[in-house]
T-cell receptor
């Protein structure tokens, strides 16, 4: 039990649609990172938010965007869905001041299927 | 670009024996290495880490070894227990703020009773 929750657990969308995935971080955690895990692969870093500002981005196009809110929740938005966007999406929260990567706590993920 | 590679998708060992999971990386800028364990329907959970200034870190049954010159690290679990059966991910980071952490594809460990 990491204290990080994600919703929904599963989602089916069609190509071209938009989707919003939600994450509720551990209380007090001011940093959230989002990852995409395709089938048979490890998680790939999408971006990180620190105190409601984007603080680093992986190799993902602008149609992947995010928001972080003061209440420790965050969103991942994906526009113009493509079939390759089908994956498990993980969020991970941490308290940046603690300074070590092992303090990152993952949620259980949202499995997105794009048809 | 796969900067972190786990070349063995699966490993099966007998209970009580040693499990050795391997990981290779290509980016010499990585400064911090971690192993995560993942059970089905759960997110990865942190297991053990090592910084680039060390070559070994031990925590109970788990030991991580780092060979910087070979850009290789390994996770040893001894003795292995059936509850260790899970997918293990190797990850590397260039800084302590988890920014752009890179993961390997994972190794599924099965420990047989």
């Amino acid at each position: 039990e990491t204290g990080v929750t994600q919703s929904p657990t599963h989602l089916i969308k069609t190509r071209g649609q938009q989707v919003t995935l939600r994450c509720s971080s551990q209380s007090g955690h001011n940093t959230v990172s989002w990852y995409q895990q395709a089938l048979g692969q490890g998680p790939q870093f999408i971006f990180q938010y620190y105190r409601e500002e984007e603080n680093g981005r992986g190799n993902f196009p602008p149609r992947f965007s995010g928001l972080q809110f003061p209440n420790y929740s965050s969103e991942l938005n994906v526009n113009a869905l493509e079939l390759d966007d089908s994956a498990l999406y993980l969020c991970a929260s941490s308290l940046a001041a603690q300074g070590t990567p092992e303090t990152q706590y993952f949620g259980p993920g949202t499995r997105l299927l794009v048809l | 670009d796969q900067q972190v590679k786990q070349n063995s998708p699966s490993l099966s060992v007998q209970e009580g024996r040693i499990s050795i999971l391997n990981c290779d990386y290509t980016n010499s800028m990585f400064d911090y290495f971690l192993w995560y364990k993942k059970y089905p329907a759960e997110g990865p959970t942190f297991l053990i880490s090592i910084s680039s200034i060390k070559d070994k870190n031990e925590d109970g049954r788990f030991t991580v070894f780092l060979n910087k010159s070979a850009k290789h690290l390994s996770l040893h679990i001894v003795p292995s227990q059936p509850g260790d059966s899970a997918v293990y991910f190797c990850a590397a980071s260039r800084d302590y703020n988890n920014n752009d952490m890179r993961f390997g594809a994972g190794t599924r460990l099965t420990v047989k009773p």
